[in-house]
């Protein structure tokens, strides 16, 4: 126990606590926001047991070099370089998500608001009145539907997979590409702007555990191609009729028109202008 004491002594040391400046703290501030980062992210992925593993593993390397547990201390020393790319092998979907997770946070936009600047609107009220007539027109009659709003990322590797379609959003024009027995319905449908770009396209499907058992493949590919980009996907189910909405990794089920709507005016992102209202004076003769 003494020995125990002793190396807890001679690990934490006073003494040796360097004296830290200003660029410390900012260096320490700029690790926490990352490890926060980092931490959002994983919690609702695979990775967390896996982070979990890592610090039982830790504690367990830190007991055996309090106790001089030389052989167990050679293995890990030796075996750590294969470890972390057994890791990096077996988590890569994970740590490529991640990646894209980083870069598609706007730290500098989150700092700084600039007041006046003008930014198109992504589509046009009449072509979300159409898309939201268009999914629960075939909700009610239990034809299924995937539609993918683009917002900032490039679609072009899921674009190219599909048909070009190049046409004006309409709620017919929706209604008969997923119609039954269609060249089209199979797939899902790619909208920028005002126009459907590409139809019958391939998405990736989620790995996510925690998405129902009863759920799709049309859900798991609205869900997948959520979580590799930033879009916001519309599913319709073909055996309820129900509409889901998934964006960021995240499925909201059985939305209603109202909901539906509310989404989609975030994501048109219409422009907010201020206006001046000027004063005329009436000045006497």
């Not at 125990?4 to 003494?15: A, C, H, L, V």
């Not at 700092?111 to 072509?127: C, H, I, L, P, Y």
């Amino acid at each position: 126990m003494q020995q125990i004491i002793s190396q807890i002594g001679n690990f934490i040391s006073f003494d040796s606590i360097p004296v830290m400046g200003l660029t410390d703290y900012v260096e320490i501030l700029i690790i926490a926001f990352l490890v926060y980062e980092v931490m959002v992210w994983i919690r609702d992925t695979r990775a967390w047991s896996l982070m979990r593993g890592i610090v039982v593993i830790i504690l367990f390397v830190l007991l055996a070099y309090l106790l001089q547990m030389t052989t167990i201390l050679w293995l890990v020393r030796n075996g750590l370089n294969v470890l972390l790319m057994a890791v990096l092998i077996i988590f890569q979907p994970e740590l490529r998500r991640a990646l894209d997770f980083i870069g598609r946070k706007n730290f500098i936009a989150s700092f700084f608001s600039f007041n006046g600047a003008s930014v198109n609107e992504r589509f046009s009220d009449k072509t979300m009145n159409e898309i939201i007539k268009a999914c629960f027109e075939m909700g009610r009659a239990r034809t299924g539907a995937l539609i993918v709003m683009k917002q900032s990322d490039p679609l072009t590797e899921y674009i190219r997979t599909g048909i070009e379609v190049d046409a004006v959003v309409t709620s017919q024009l929706l209604i008969n590409i997923f119609e039954h027995n269609t060249p089209l319905h199979d797939g899902a449908v790619i909208i920028e702007g005002d126009r459907v770009i590409s139809a019958t396209c391939y998405l990736p499907l989620s790995d996510n555990m925690e998405l129902s058992k009863e759920l799709g493949t049309r859900h798991r590919a609205g869900v997948g191609i959520s979580e590799a980009t930033d879009s916001l996907t519309i599913i319709v189910s073909e055996e309820t009729g129900r509409v889901s909405i998934a964006q960021e990794g995240e499925l909201v089920r059985n939305v209603a028109q109202d909901t539906l709507r509310d989404r989609l005016i975030k994501l048109q992102n219409k422009t907010i202008a201020d206006k001046k209202i000027g004063r005329i004076g009436r000045g006497g003769k």
